[in-house]
């Protein structure tokens, strides 16, 4: 069984590492791999913080390239992404992937990858590794509990999403990718989902009960895309 988990850098990283929160993640996906031989994991980091501020810092310095800024943010997302192989070390023995195409055969029990390149975020690398080892989900975690109607930090009236079809979020998050775009999941990502029938379930990531439901195939708190 393989779990593709979409490991948004805001919670890895929000401004600097969570650390507290990366021991708390990683004991609970090692008590899985210790409970089923049988279960593996990929893990697909976002940038967090760290992309944000040298995506800024780039525009303030004068650049206008989406391409370069792409690249930047690339870049976050594989120091988080080797951070988490290392403290994963013993059960992850294969470098840190940063081409979702090329990903060799699972040989570990955990497997990690960063952003690939410019043009979308690490959510569509998640859903390439998803259809690459036949997962059928996506697990996206982030800072949101689930996707609302709208932004609930600027609109009171909006409203939570238990499950919504990908025609319909599509609708809502667009078909654009711009760097350091903040959606609930990449529309890059979202459209190539759709195509190959692949759900993803949204949930707040620094919730770990809530995880380790989701994870067992309990109830949990999230939205479900597709």
């Not at 697909?44 to 940038?47: A, K, N, P």
């Not at 699972?106 to 955990?110: A, H, I, K, Q």
């Given at each position: 069984m393989v779990t593709v988990i979409s490991l948004g850098g805001s919670i890895v990283a929000p401004d600097t590492v969570d650390t507290a929160f990366l021991k708390d993640f990683t004991a609970l996906i090692r008590r899985f791999l210790?409970?089923?031989e049988k279960r593996r994991f990929i893990f697909?980091?976002?940038?967090g913080g760290p992309a944000r501020v040298w995506q800024q810092a780039y525009r303030a310095a004068g650049g206008e390239s989406d391409e370069e800024a792409d690249w930047i943010g690339i870049m976050a997302t594989r120091?988080?992404?080797q951070l988490i192989r290392a403290v994963m070390a013993e059960w992850c023995g294969q470098p840190v992937v940063t081409d979702p195409t090329q990903a060799g055969p699972?040989?570990?029990?955990?497997l990690v990858a960063s952003g690939w390149k410019p043009g979308f975020s690490s959510d569509y690398d998640a859903v390439l590794l998803a259809e690459r080892f036949q997962a059928d989900m996506v697990i996206n975690l982030s800072n949101i509990e689930r996707v609302y109607t709208g932004d609930p930090r600027k609109n009171p009236d909006a409203k939570p999403i238990d499950k919504i079809s990908w025609a319909d979020f599509r609708t809502?998050?667009?078909?654009e990718w711009?760097?350091?775009?903040?959606?609930?999941?990449?529309?890059v990502a979202s459209r190539h989902a759709a195509k190959i029938g692949i759900k993803v379930i949204c949930a707040a990531?620094?919730?770990?009960?809530n995880l380790e439901k989701l994870l067992r195939g309990e109830e949990f708190l999230g939205t479900v895309i597709g």
């Open positions: 210790e409970e089923d697909v980091t976002g940038g120091l988080n992404a699972l040989s570990d029990r955990v809502m998050v667009g078909e711009i760097p350091g775009k903040n959606v609930p999941f990449d529309p990531g620094k919730n770990l009960p």
